[in-house]
């Protein structure tokens, strides 16, 4: 069953002589429970894609429909709901609220979406991400591992149809980026997490079963690893 289906997805910035194709007819599906890497060089469209999907960036023309929902034809206020409601955006710097605690940062969607913040689902989501010891900490008090960690809490806690991380190594050493890659394996495999990372690293699109490589706005490769 697809959970994403991104339909001749075309992004274009400026006019005239400044006019650029950020995404030249995109399309492929994914199915629930897939873990895909996007890859790409700088500058070759995949973190636009990316906010496209996410709902915090608008395509010039085409299609994205999230769990059959087309969300290109949403208003703003009914994106901005589901967006909050379906969707996870992991970010390579965090977005962490600096004021507020761990658990309130991971809550925080909840809050936001007026729902009663269910304290068990908390605390079963931060021991999962080994943060149990970190609940009243500030973000400035964690290391850039656990604050990535908290993030990906945040992300996770509406159970969201898709879970979109964009270069979420990118600022994390190398034993920090295989815990993170490793929490994001971990979500997906055992609670069939719906995952897409994209990254310009290799090593880390190797631990996906899916590779889409896209290069100057239009997808090059599509493959599916181990099969």
Same mark, same amino acid.
């Given at each position: 069953?697809?959970?994403?289906?991104?339909?001749?997805?075309?992004?274009?910035?400026?006019?005239?002589?400044?006019?650029?194709?950020?995404?030249?007819?995109?399309?492929?599906?994914?199915?629930?429970?897939?873990?895909?890497?996007?890859?790409?060089?700088?500058?070759?469209?995949?973190?636009?894609?990316?906010?496209? !999907?996410?709902?915090? /960036?608008?395509? =010039?023309?085409?299609?994205?429909?999230?769990?059959?929902?087309? #969300?290109?034809? &949403?208003?703003?206020?009914?994106?901005?709901?589901?967006?909050?409601?379906?969707?996870?955006?992991?970010?390579?710097?965090?977005?962490?609220?600096?004021?507020?605690?761990?658990?309130?940062?991971?809550?925080?969607?909840?809050?936001?979406?007026?729902?009663?913040?269910?304290?068990?689902?908390?605390?079963?989501?931060?021991?999962?991400?080994?943060?149990?010891?970190?609940?009243?900490?500030?973000?400035?008090?964690?290391?850039?591992?656990?604050?990535?960690?908290?993030?990906?809490?945040?992300?996770?806690?509406?159970?969201?149809? !898709?879970?979109?991380? /964009?270069?979420? =190594?990118?600022?994390?050493?190398?034993?920090?980026?295989?815990? #993170?890659?490793? &929490?994001?394996?971990?979500?997906?495999?055992?609670?069939?997490?719906?995952?897409?990372?994209?990254?310009?690293?290799?090593?880390?699109?190797?631990?996906?079963?899916?590779?889409?490589?896209?290069?100057?706005?239009?997808?090059?490769?599509?493959?599916?690893?181990?099969?």
């Amino acid at each position: 069953m697809n959970i994403l289906e991104v339909e001749h997805l075309t992004k274009v910035y400026g006019k005239g002589d400044t006019k650029v194709n950020a995404l030249n007819d995109i399309s492929f599906t994914v199915e629930h429970g897939e873990f895909v890497a996007i890859i790409g060089p700088s500058g070759s469209g995949k973190s636009t894609l990316l906010h496209i !999907l996410g709902g915090v /960036d608008n395509a =010039t023309s085409g299609n994205v429909v999230i769990d059959g929902t087309d #969300i290109s034809k &949403l208003n703003e206020s009914a994106l901005a709901i589901f967006r909050r409601r379906q969707i996870g955006l992991i970010y390579q710097f965090y977005n962490l609220i600096p004021i507020l605690t761990v658990e309130e940062n991971i809550s925080l969607p909840l809050s936001l979406d007026g729902r009663k913040v269910d304290r068990r689902q908390v605390r079963d989501l931060v021991e999962t991400l080994g943060l149990e010891h970190r609940m009243k900490h500030l973000p400035n008090q964690l290391s850039g591992g656990q604050q990535q960690r908290v993030s990906i809490g945040r992300a996770l806690i509406n159970n969201p149809s !898709l879970l979109l991380a /964009d270069e979420p =190594t990118g600022n994390l050493d190398s034993e920090n980026s295989k815990e #993170i890659i490793s &929490l994001l394996r971990l979500f997906n495999q055992e609670f069939k997490q719906t995952v897409i990372i994209i990254t310009h690293d290799e090593k880390i699109a190797l631990s996906a079963d899916r590779v889409i490589a896209i290069e100057d706005g239009r997808i090059v490769r599509d493959e599916v690893r181990g099969v």
